[in-house]
T-cell receptor
Framework: GENVEQHPSTLSVQEGDSAVIKCTYSDSASNYFPWYKQELGKRPQLIIDIRSNVGEKKDQRIAVTLNKTAKHFSLHITETQPEDSAVYFCAARPVGDYKLSFGAGTTVTVRA | DVKVTQSSRYLVKRTGEKVFLECVQDMDHENMFWYRQDPGLGLRLIYFSYDVKMKEKGDIPEGYSVSREKKERFSLILESASTNQTSMYLC????????????????FGPGTRLTVL
């Protein structure tokens, strides 16, 4: 099955700086890559996703890039703010499958 | 607005008890999932269901079973609770536009923190 590795496990950034989280996946048949954000005590929520026919996608301060050849994708958060502090999960899913395979998560702390 | 609810936010049970965790979604989603969340391990899939009365094992099904008698409801059952099943349990649901669709968003419930003593 699909195996997703996520790095780093923790990330501390100064407010206003950028944060980057990287994930690698094992199954070349994966073609859907969502990112979820989980604030403390709350449920995970989708913040952005990318499909394999696209190399990059942006939504305001967040962006995701995908390198299919290397089988890795990354989340970029620019101009970080205190409300960006959360746990972020990447995931991957092969075409035709129902299941998402999640990474272990990255705890992001934005220092004021 | 998608709503996924879980029967309890916190639950304390004793070793050997049979435990039922309930999940209900109101968006007519075909797919429903049960995950377990532990620090440093991310979200691990226990079971999922893509239709009423259909179920498939996820990555860690041992010690668990599920039931889906109605489309909106998906139950996770711990047949005989053990201390290593102390965890946060998250339910999720998603809509699939077609059986081979490659894209859908999973919507999560608030979670049930289960403690087994």
């Amino acid at each position: 099955g699909e195996n997703v590795e996520q790095h780093p496990s923790t990330l501390s950034v100064q407010e206003g700086d950028s944060a980057v989280i990287k994930c690698t996946y094992s199954d070349s048949a994966s073609n859907y890559f969502p990112w979820y954000k989980q604030e403390l005590g709350k449920r995970p929520q989708l913040i952005i996703d990318i499909r394999s026919n696209v190399g990059e996608k942006k939504d305001q301060r967040i962006a995701v890039t995908l390198n299919k050849t290397a089988k890795h994708f990354s989340l970029h958060i620019t101009e970080t703010q205190p409300e960006d502090s959360a746990v972020y999960f990447c995931a991957a899913r092969p075409v035709g499958d129902y299941k998402l395979s999640f990474g272990a998560g990255t705890t992001v702390t934005v220092r004021a | 607005d998608v709503k996924v609810t879980q029967s309890s936010r916190y639950l304390v049970k004793r070793t050997g008890e049979k435990v039922f965790l309930e999940c209900v979604q109101d968006m007519d989603h075909e797919n429903m999932f049960w995950y377990r969340q532990d620090p440093g391990l991310g979200l691990r899939l226990i079971y999922f269901s893509y239709d009423v009365k259909m179920k498939e094992k996820g990555d860690i099904p041992e010690g668990y079973s599920v039931s889906r008698e109605k489309k909106e409801r998906f139950s996770l059952i711990l047949e005989s609770a053990s201390t290593n099943q102390t965890s946060m349990y998250l339910c999720a649901s998603s809509f699939t536009s077609g059986r081979l669709s490659s894209t859908d968003t999973q919507y999560f419930g608030p979670g049930t923190r289960l403690t087994v003593l």
